[in-house]
């Protein structure tokens, strides 16, 4: 038999608790803040777990131009003549990793003397690809930098000289064309597909997370320091302070977001930290709203009145003991206010004033491939609209479940009267 919890055990609960408790019971709630962490996993981990690790996940190939999903190309590694980019895991994960190789696309590929010879990738049924030679060490090893290359015939091997050392070194044709074979040709395949540019489609669509969700977090911190030092002091000090900050609310509110937002980006500029700011100042107002409301119809309650009785200044009144008391409608509105961040960003991204090629955001992969709806391609602009449409049904599925967890009126009476 299950043993039956006393009364003090649930009075004994601190909202918090309790709170989480009726949070859990909702499973839309509970499968939207799922989708949440997935998506802000992807966010955090970024390139380290890309199948395109370049800078902005923009490594184009022409050639593979708008390739169906699951498409798989044959890649011939060649190494860049230049010094080598590798970075920590930690740049790599933020920034991403240019690449020691150049990946060149090949239909098929041959050896010849000192050469590689491949047949370029067209695409076309048959191929029919121009074939172009690249020497073999040249593919292998930094020759420009490091090894001035000499090919003897009459020994069948490629000699040259390490300029680092000054060594004199030799390898066969043979071992050049098992080093290619293992580790220089390269199957990589696209899950997605790619778009326009030949990019792949999947990485684009990863890093695209962590634009939205920058975006969304940075504008609902924006407007929620502006809401709650606007709100707070309306509400508590009231007289001519409440009349001019509610002036300001009123003129702010009665401008379409959208068209703020777009004025607000001209004047700082296009880019990703302007969309930031641009947000952020647009959705304060609900926030200041709000706060004022709710410190209104507190700030008279005794508890208050102590403090003023104790000699407690303003601002310790209001940071410690009115908000406090009305952040719980704070959390949900700002859940609903990252929804509308994300749908804003896109919106901007969508024409072209948010966030700038090559950044990969959502909004500009729908706009970049619009065209494509009509034809057989039409999913490179539905699969981003569909992640812009899932990760805003999380963040309101998430503010639905805060919003009933948070209401009094939803308390379990079992519970809380210990019956």
Do not use: C
Not at 20 to 48: H, P, Q, T
């Amino acid at each position: 038999m299950f043993k039956k919890k006393k009364h003090t055990d649930y009075i004994s609960e601190s909202l918090s608790a309790q709170t989480w408790k009726r949070f859990k019971r909702n499973k839309l709630a509970m499968f939207g803040l799922f989708l949440i962490i997935i998506a802000s996993s992807i966010s955090v981990l970024g390139f380290l777990i890309t199948p395109d690790s370049s800078p902005y996940a923009n490594d184009q190939k022409p050639e593979l131009h708008i390739k169906k999903p699951g498409f798989k190309a044959q890649m011939l590694l060649a190494k860049k003549n230049e010094l080598s980019r590798k970075s920590n895991w930690f740049n790599k994960m933020i920034f991403g990793e240019v690449s020691d190789f150049s990946y060149i696309p090949a239909y098929s590929y041959s050896f010849k003397g000192f050469d590689i010879v491949i047949e370029e990738f067209t695409g076309n049924e048959p191929n029919n690809g121009n074939k172009v030679a690249y020497n073999m060490a040249d593919v292998v090893y930094d020759v420009n930098n490091n090894y001035p290359i000499i090919n003897d015939s009459s020994s069948n091997k490629i000699e040259f000289y390490q300029l680092s050392t000054g060594e004199k070194l030799k390898i066969s044709t043979s071992d050049l064309q098992k080093i290619i074979t293992e580790n220089h040709i390269e199957d990589r395949r696209y899950l997605l597909g790619t778009d326009l540019a030949g990019r792949d489609l999947l990485s684009r669509l990863m890093i695209g997370t962590r634009i939205s969700l920058s975006v969304g977090f940075i504008s609902v911190i924006i407007s929620i320091v502006i809401g709650i030092l606007l709100g707070a002091m309306a509400g508590y000090f009231r007289g001519w302070l409440d009349d001019v900050i509610m002036w300001l609310i009123n003129v702010v509110w009665s401008i379409p977001t959208l068209l703020l937002v777009i004025a607000i980006t001209l004047v700082l500029g296009k880019g990703i930290l302007q969309v930031f700011i641009a947000v952020g100042l647009t959705m304060w107002v609900d926030v200041a709203r709000l706060i004022r409301g709710q410190i209104l119809s507190i700030r008279e309650k005794e508890f208050v009145e102590a403090g003023r009785a104790l000699g407690f200044k303003n601002m310790r009144i209001i940071l410690g003991h009115i908000l406090p008391n009305v952040m719980g409608p704070v959390i949900v509105i700002a859940a609903s206010n990252f929804a509308s961040a994300i749908l804003t960003e896109a919106g901007l991204s969508f024409l072209g004033i948010g966030a700038q090629p090559p950044t990969p955001s959502w909004g500009e992969m729908i706009n970049a491939h619009r065209g494509y709806v009509l034809v057989d391609a039409a999913y490179l602009a539905f699969v981003p609209g569909l992640a812009i449409m899932i990760l805003v049904l999380a963040f309101m599925l998430v503010g639905n479940g805060l919003r009933d967890a948070l209401d009094s009126k939803s308390l379990d009476s079992k519970p809380l009267m210990g019956h």
